[in-house]
């Protein structure tokens, strides 16, 4: 890979990531603002949609350690 395909990778893997906790972030207000208005979401209701959001935040840790993971291949071992 040559190094403007690598700077484009890594721009487009960046816009990717933010694009992906933009959209957390507004499921996550959305939820927020729901659960505080009474008439719109019961406890109920939002617990799957809670659930959803932590899988989707987990999704998007495992990405970020799998990219550390290859651009920087060692492990430090922390005693």
């Not at 990531?17 to 009474?38: N, P």
Request: charged share 30%; net charge negative.
């Amino acid at each position: 890979m040559d190094k403007n395909s690598k700077k484009e990778y890594l721009l487009r893997n960046e816009l990717n990531r933010k694009l992906c906790f933009s959209e957390i972030e507004g499921k996550l207000v959305k939820v927020t603002y729901g659960l505080m208005e009474d008439n719109v979401y019961t406890i109920e209701q939002a617990i799957p949609e809670l659930i959803k959001i932590i899988d989707l935040l987990e999704l998007e840790q495992r990405a970020i350690m799998l990219e550390i993971n290859r651009f920087f291949p060692f492990h430090l071992n922390i005693l």
